[in-house]
């Protein structure tokens, strides 16, 4: 234990007296929490809208109206007809055209429905689709609202949002964000350990002292485990100002987690240091592990949407399980018999990370 003091000691003065990482440490997860959740929003707006009105009537001024103040929209220009639309689209100057047919009042008014023509660039899929959605709907309003059988009350659909009732993307991101910072605390930064004593020549050193692989590996987990716990607090703490949100769930279970996360992530940053012989080796592989961990995370897409080859894949990515858990205690509440399987895939990672830095790691100048 004594040994293990002197290197702990020794690592924290390092990092003490370098000039960037103390930085990151506070810096770092107070910039992307803030930037990201704002940029990082797959909510749609001012989708460009171009109109072919082929009515002329005061019933397509108002649904022009309507959907241009929803907030979603806003108009690119009129045309008298789709093929003037076209080039609108071609050119990127409207995402979406949507025609009104002629004699679209009297439809409506004498059945109460009519149809139009609805084209998107589907170029951007998910903006097509989204924004044809948000169309769709806000016509589907227009058409219940203005109705010409008064009598017969349309079918009337209430909805509760649960867990997050104003539909607000940012608590969906700002959780998963977070289980990002630890990501790269934990891979990056220790990843990069071994090979900067490496570069300097301070390694050769400690290669011809009797000191157990074990004990210098934990040497080099432990300060980042313990940065990395810094910066989920102070992660936390700019979600609480920042955004008013705090977990539902009980904050030990996501310490806990992160706890064991980390070991698992310094574990697979050490194991990518000791087979690398630069820090440019060693940034590059974790640069691909991260992006690989980030898309089949459920960071940005939801897992359930991926084929299924990428959803098994998803289940060897740590990351996954950080991000399932810090949403369902952050938004859900759940509580640790709901989150068994996380905890025993966190240890088994542990396991694997560790076990193969220690045994990647040799004696040898």
Request: net charge neutral; with cysteine; hydrophobic share 50%.
């Amino acid at each position: 234990m004594k040994t293990l003091r002197y290197l702990l000691e020794k690592e924290f003065k390092q990092i003490r007296r370098d000039k960037i990482i103390p930085r990151m440490i506070l810096v770092m997860p107070v910039l992307q929490l803030i930037i990201l959740p704002f940029a990082a929003n797959f909510e749609m707006k001012n989708i460009n809208l171009a109109i072919v009105d082929n009515d002329y009537s005061t019933t397509t001024q108002r649904i022009t109206e309507q959907i241009v103040s929803s907030g979603y929209f806003q108009l690119a220009g009129k045309t008298v007809s789709y093929a003037e639309a076209l080039p609108m689209i071609e050119n990127n100057d409207a995402d979406i055209i949507l025609e009104y047919p002629a004699g679209m009042e009297k439809d409506l008014g004498r059945e109460g429905q009519a149809t139009v023509f609805i084209a998107a660039n589907a170029v951007n899929a998910s903006k097509a689709g989204i924004g044809t959605s948000y169309l769709s709907s806000i016509l589907q309003q227009f058409n219940v609202s203005t109705t010409p059988n008064a009598h017969i009350k349309p079918t009337e659909i209430k909805s509760t949002n649960l867990y997050n009732p104003y539909l607000d993307y940012k608590a969906y991101m700002v959780p998963g964000i977070i289980a990002f910072l630890m990501t790269i605390v934990g891979g990056f930064m220790s990843a990069l350990n071994i090979v900067s004593e490496k570069e300097k020549g301070t390694i050769e050193q400690i290669n011809v002292t009797p000191l157990p692989k074990a004990v210098f590996i934990l040497s080099k987990l432990i300060p980042f485990w313990v940065i990395g716990l810094v910066i989920l607090t102070l992660a936390m703490i700019v979600a609480w100002l920042v955004y008013g949100f705090v977990p539902v769930g009980n904050i030990l279970i996501i310490y806990s987690f992160a706890a064991l996360y980390l070991f698992a992530l310094t574990g697979l940053g050490l194991a990518v240091s000791t087979i690398s012989a630069t820090q440019q080796q060693a940034m590059f592989t974790m640069f691909f592990c991260n992006i690989i961990f980030i898309l089949l995370g459920g960071l940005f897409t939801p897992i359930t949407s991926m084929p299924e080859w990428a959803q098994t894949f998803t289940l060897f990515n740590p990351l996954r399980y950080f991000v399932e858990l810090m949403r369902m205690v952050y938004l859900n509440g759940s509580i640790l018999s709901d989150l068994t399987t996380h905890f025993i895939a966190i240890i088994l990672f542990i396991v694997t990370f560790n076990v193969l830095a220690i045994i990647g790691y040799r004696k040898q100048s």
